[in-house]
């Protein structure tokens, strides 16, 4: 469980679908999810869009922006949550598709970045 799930509220998780240590959202839980981590500074990296089938899930698209970090945390999330949005606003495929979001918090990211990678 990373911190984004942490955090996020029962109304997101109970309705969510497990795959795996994944968190399978439907689209307003997914955008919901979004505007959660950037209140509490953690950035959503991508997020891949399935479709929900019998036999499991469907890849359907995944988003595909990136950006550098430079040392600016609060810049970096803002950054990354508004294409994150930008995505989800780009492919609202409601329902019978579910959303997965990956993400990083500033602990994680600024042992990297200080290590120099």
Known sequence: MDNLEKILPSEITNLAVR??????????AAKGAVR??????????G???FRILDSGLGVE???????????DW????????DAAL????????????GYILTSTDADKTLVGYSNGW
């Open 86 to 97: 930008h995505f989800i606003a780009e492919n609202s495929l409601g329902e019978g598709y």
């Open 36 to 45: 959660i981590a950037s209140q509490h500074l953690i950035a959503v990296l």
């Open 74 to 81: 609060q810049k970096y999330v803002g950054l990354t949550n």
């Open 61 to 71: 698209t995944y988003s595909g922006y990136g950006f550098d970090f430079d040392g």
């Open 19 to 28: 795959s795996g240590n994944e968190l399978v959202m439907s689209l307003d």
């Open 47 to 49: 997020i891949e869009v």
